[in-house]
T-cell receptor, first 114, second 113 residues
Framework: NAGVTQTPKFRVLKTGQSMTLLCAQD?????MYWYRQDPGMGLRLIHY???????AKGEVPDGYNVSRLKKQNFLLGLESAAPSQTSVYFC?????????????FGAGSRLTVL | KNQVEQSPQSLIILEGKNCTLQ??????????LRWYKQDTGRGPVSLTI?????NTKSNGRYTATLDADTKQSSLHITASQLSDSASYIC????????????FGKGTKLSVKP
């Protein structure tokens, strides 16, 4: 049982390049989230999904796109990377019937945009 | 504005000492509050959750309190260990929407031998 797996763990991009971060979960959780974490700031929600085929914008969605074609996978895409997107990205999942907002986080993906 | 403020930003204590971390929130409507521990280079892990009707809850050496009237929560760590060195994040859920979680910026705790 791997829980929440993020790939890649590290990536360096040049400005304007595109890439996709993959979040995979094996817990059959309905809700999945993408956050970014920057020094001196709290975790900020980029996009989230409440189920297969659905996505919604979070606090800082600009410059990112997401897709949830399969329940177990949540993809975060950067079409044209910018230095401001240098950050650590965390994926998290949640099961709505748990009765509490306990999130299970992945280990993070560190992205540097030059 | 819905905000979660944590203090102090960082804290250094000696192994074996106690410490208390603070979380003040202005989130409305309040649903619940959860404390997470984030080790360096890892994702946050839940420590405990506080609902509106709960005042105190313990999880081993960690004790969380909640005062819903003053909108304050604290996390007390007893007999600190080197492994307690981490960032502690307070997260408040606003209303029923599972996407509406307000994160504090965290308190970075360093426990020195």
């Amino acid at each position: 049982n791997a829980g929440v797996t993020q790939t890649p763990k590290f990536r360096v991009l040049k400005t304007g390049q595109s890439m996709t971060l993959l979040c995979a979960q094996d817990m059959n959780h309905e809700y999945m989230y993408w956050y970014r974490q920057d020094p001196g700031m709290g975790l900020r929600l980029i996009h989230y999904s409440v189920g297969e085929g659905t996505t919604a914008k979070g606090e800082v969605p600009d410059g990112y796109n997401v897709s949830r074609l399969k329940k177990q996978n949540f993809l975060l895409g950067l079409e044209s990377a910018a230095p401001s997107q240098t950050s650590v990205y965390f994926c998290a999942t949640y099961w709505r019937d748990s009765g509490a907002n306990v999130l299970t986080f992945g280990a993070g993906s560190r992205l540097t945009v030059l | 504005k819905n905000q979660v403020e944590q203090s102090p930003q960082s804290l250094i204590i000696l192994e074996g000492k106690n410490c208390t971390l603070q979380c003040n929130y202005t989130v409305s409507p309040f649903s619940n509050l959860r404390w997470y521990k984030q080790d360096t280079g890892r994702g946050p892990v839940s420590l405990t959750i506080m609902t509106f009707s709960e005042n105190t809850k313990s999880n081993g050496r960690y004790t969380a309190t909640l005062d819903a009237d003053t909108k304050q929560s604290s996390l007390h760590i007893t007999a600190s260990q080197l492994s307690d060195s981490a960032s502690y994040i307070c997260v408040v859920r606003r209303g029923p929407d599972q996407g509406n979680l307000i994160f504090g910026k965290g308190t970075k705790l360093s426990v020195k031998p």
